[in-house]
């Protein structure tokens, strides 16, 4: 077996992982081509990885222009504890208010706490200003060095 397949995760831990409090880095392409690369919460909404914006960001106007996207969630402070998972595809733009407000939700319980109805208010009006982003992954890679038994 490869290395590489040594340590990647199964459906069933990628899924496990992602569902962690961690950080997304977002990557979109400039109009210059260049990378643009962001550190985002995240959420679920029917199952898909998602996040909110202002509508006018670099990364929403990036998105609608061109929507490839990679997002990286990684873990890990030494070699023997890096885990991640890298998701490449589409950034799909979603200006839906309902949805939305779901993806406001679903990061805020996932970083702040249980929604409580002074929350849901809070959350409208920032909501108001902001874009839904849908990831729709085409390819998934991962990587758990723990897997590796202290072997290098």
């Not at 029917?46 to 997002?71: E, H, M």
């Amino acid at each position: 077996m490869s290395r590489r397949g040594s340590i990647a995760m199964s459906d069933a831990e990628v899924s496990d992982f992602l569902l962690g409090r961690h950080v997304l880095n977002v990557a979109t392409v400039r109009p210059s081509g260049r990378i643009d690369l962001v550190a985002m919460w995240y959420g679920f909404v029917g199952g898909d990885v998602a996040f909110w914006t202002y509508g006018k960001s670099q990364k929403i106007r990036n998105l609608l222009r061109n929507p490839n996207l990679t997002g990286l969630v990684e873990s890990g402070e030494s070699y023997a504890e890096l885990r991640g998972v890298q998701l490449v595809g589409r950034g799909v733009v979603v200006d839906d208010p309902e949805y939305v407000r779901a993806v406001g939700e679903s990061v805020y319980e996932r970083y702040t706490g249980p929604l409580t109805d002074a929350a849901r208010q809070s959350l409208s009006g920032m909501g108001a200003k902001r874009f839904a982003v849908r990831v729709d992954v085409e390819t998934v890679v991962s990587w758990d060095h723990s897997k590796l038994g202290g072997r290098y």
